[in-house]
């Protein structure tokens, strides 16, 4: 028995066939995209830890989330994110001993200069200045180890430290620290120690 499709005339063994060519075919693209989705989740999480996480709760789904994170890595590509030249290492470090060392007598302003320093800071690197929520998601791109206590310090800083407790300020210094570390290192030795 022969069936006509389209014009052409194929046999009941043809047509069998042919259902079964185009069923692998799908399945082999379902197979291939959910590995790749499998794949693209992996690098994202292992790039962006607990930011993977808050864009997932933020976003709502995985598939929103992972795009948000891309437009993010596209964003960060296209700033001139520049390393810190000798001299202005060595200002940026001085400034931060000075902050570091006022904190014991007036904690409250050295939280909130710790703050303006590292702000100040990501400036000269070239993150753009820009509210908080996109600098903290812009450095998540090539911090997202640290961006998690810049936020915690962050919000310590911005209550004016007149809420915050002693504890809550020597925690946003030492948070404010790591980041300030971080920055202030070439790229290659950050991207050396994250790869460790």
Known sequence: MDYQILGFSFTQTQLIIAIVIVAVVILVAIAAYVQYRKTRTHALRSR???EYDRALITHGSAQKAEAKLADREKRVEALKIRELGVTERERFVAEWH???SRFVDHP???VIE???LVNQLLEVRGYP???FE???ADISVNYPHVVES???AHSVAARGAAEATTEEMRAAMIKYRGMFDELIQEQGVVR???VA
Do not use: L, T
């Open 134 to 136: 996109q600098r903290a």
């Open 98 to 100: 000075i902050i570091q």
């Open 192 to 194: 050396a120690r994250s």
């Open 129 to 131: 200045r820009a509210d």
């Open 150 to 152: 810049y936020r915690i």
């Open 48 to 50: 962006f830890g607990s």
């Open 114 to 116: 710790a703050d303006d």
């Open 108 to 110: 409250k302003a050295a």
